[in-house]
């Protein structure tokens, strides 16, 4: 006797559907998993075995054989459990047919029977509605995370037997998926704020310029100074995601099992602050079934790597590619998973190994030679792609116990949003460009004539910093988003002057 059943998985972060078929026929005692499954899932067998018995039903000894289809897709994870458990009892006519054919299954089974949360429950959502199925039987905890979804219904169990008398009919499960759709936070709830901050206008100023326009931005400065506090407070300022970026980040959040129970939607947008030891793979995703790494989990936010010349070459080497693409694509034998990775990076450094270079408070102990090669470490190829370069300095004690706060985040993204506006409709007619720091050289030829004036101002910068013909660029497109800021159609030279401060890494001293 033969069995299908309908179960999901995800590829990259998107939903899959997944045949699972148990075939029970006459011969020696056996239970066997085939279709590519890793180890996480051939250890359902234990678990189903335990938990169909501890439901109260009896599995024969006969050969049990499970395929999952399709056959050439790696399948991980503990979602199938469920789905396995009713394939048997379907086969031996525990469950009925009736509802089978229009319910996606997925959970995993503790020995007893309960049913725990899986990963990846809102990409298969989504998948679930797209293919027409009607409803999705899921643990209990994930719940929330597929009620985003309209259009299906949303059957939340807590154990192995509900869902089986749901499935024969002999319950009914009425779950208000609305009511239950469970946003995390508004986006005007974060818990840090510009208002904190106290003087630092030059750090701040640099921070709107970069929100406005999307640069990547980096902040030298000793410990103490304010680095992480302003980095953290950097994604307060952005303009508040739309749906489908919610959805997006949503989504890579659910494939990592990053989500916290009971949220259905993420709706501020992320910062991630990997250490320095990170691997490669941690950063940019992989794995034998690739999973995203923390460039795509701050997709849509904030990518802050602190102590930037501490991380290994080849990490800050990786990072080149999404960094110009905006997605990172994964290729193994038998797939190739691409993952969106549309961050934006501040980075954070001391200006030499013991920090104090330029303090007025401590001595600096580094010789000349060191703190050269501790400023090379971060290559010239990274570098080209940070347009914002500041120095930090530590603010004065009596800055500090003033008691002014600051300008509130609030005020500084209505600016924000404003300047972006005009980037939209300047863009409007160049697919996948949204922001000035995405402009190619064409694109800024086109949109950023300079006149007479602030030609000069950046051609004599050039000679006297010794500017390479990138950072040329780099000054064009800081000038355009600044006067984007003023509401300004022409770029003056007052632009320009403001954007050449903010290119000091390039200044002689580091190169
Ligand atoms: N401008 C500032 N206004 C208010 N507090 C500050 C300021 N700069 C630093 N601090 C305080 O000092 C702490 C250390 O700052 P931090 O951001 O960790 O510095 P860094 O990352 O540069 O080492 C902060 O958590 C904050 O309490
Ligand atoms: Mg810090
Ligand atoms: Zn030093």
Redesign the pocket.
């Known amino acids: 006797m033969l069995s299908v059943i309908n179960s999901a998985t995800t590829l990259g972060i998107d939903g899959v559907i997944i045949k699972v078929e148990a075939d029970i026929s006459i011969g020696l005692q056996n239970f066997s998993i085939v279709g590519l499954p890793e180890a996480s899932v051939k250890e359902s067998k234990t678990r189903v075995q335990s938990a169909v018995k501890n439901s109260g039903f009896d599995i024969p000894p006969k050969k049990i054989t499970i395929n999952l289809a399709p056959a050439d897709l790696k399948k991980d994870g503990t979602k199938f459990d469920l789905p396995i458990a009713i394939a048997i009892l379907y086969a031996l006519q525990n469950v009925r047919e009736e509802r089978l054919g229009e319910t996606v299954i997925i959970g995993e089974l503790s020995l007893t029977g309960e049913l725990r949360p899986v990963k990846g429950v809102l990409p298969i959502a989504v998948e679930t509605r797209d293919r027409g199925f009607k409803y999705l039987l899921l643990p209990e905890k994930n719940a929330p995370e597929a009620s985003v979804v309209d259009n299906i219904s949303v059957i939340p169990v807590s154990n192995l037997a509900q869902a089986i008398s749901w499935l024969n009919k002999e319950t009914e499960i009425n779950y208000d998926r609305e009511n239950n759709c469970i946003i995390r936070d508004s986006e005007t709830e974060y818990p840090e704020d510009f208002r904190?901050?106290?003087?630092?206008e030059h750090a701040k100023r640099a921070l709107e310029i970069a929100a406005s326009g999307g640069h990547n931005i980096i902040?030298v400065?000793?410990?103490?100074?304010?680095?992480?506090?302003?980095?953290?407070r950097l994604r307060t300022i952005l303009p508040p995601m739309n749906f489908n970026e919610s959805l997006e980040t949503t989504k890579i959040y659910s494939v990592m099992g990053l989500l916290k129970t009971g949220i259905s939607l993420i709706r501020n947008r992320p910062f991630r602050s990997p250490h320095h030891t990170i691997s490669d793979v941690g950063l940019i995703g992989g794995g034998s079934i690739p999973k995203p790494g923390e460039v795509s989990v701050s997709h849509n936010g904030i990518l802050f790597l602190?102590e930037l010349p501490e991380f290994s070459k080849s990490v800050l080497e990786v990072l080149r590619q999404p960094m110009e693409d905006r997605e990172v694509t994964i290729s193994r034998a038998l797939l190739s998973i691409t993952y969106p990775a549309n961050f934006m990076l501040v980075a954070?450094m001391n200006p030499c190994p013991c920090g104090y270079l330029g303090d007025p408070n401590h001595k600096c102990l580094c010789s000349y030679p060191t703190i050269q090669k501790y400023r090379t470490r971060i290559s010239g190829p990274l570098l080209d792609r940070i347009d914002i370069h500041i120095d930090?300095p530590?603010?004065q004690y009596s800055?500090?116990s003033s008691q002014r706060e600051?300008e509130p985040s609030s005020r500084i993204r209505e600016r924000v949003i404003r300047a972006r506006q005009i980037q939209e409709e300047r863009f409007r007619k160049h697919s996948n460009i949204y922001c000035n720091s995405q402009m190619t050289t064409r694109l800024i030829r086109k949109y950023c004539p300079l006149n007479s004036e602030a030609q000069e101002l950046i051609r004599n910068a050039m000679e006297k910093l010794h500017m390479s013909a990138r950072a040329h660029d780099r000054i064009i497109k800081l000038a355009r988003t600044i006067a984007d800021i003023e509401e300004s159609e022409k770029i003056e030279a007052r632009h320009i002057a403001e954007a050449i401060q903010y290119r000091t890494l390039d200044r002689n001293q580091f190169n």
Request: aromatic share 0%; net charge neutral.
């Open positions: 904190d901050v106290k003087g630092q902040m400065g000793p410990p103490g100074s304010g680095k992480t506090m302003l980095a953290r602190d954070a930090v530590p603010v800055e500090l600051g």
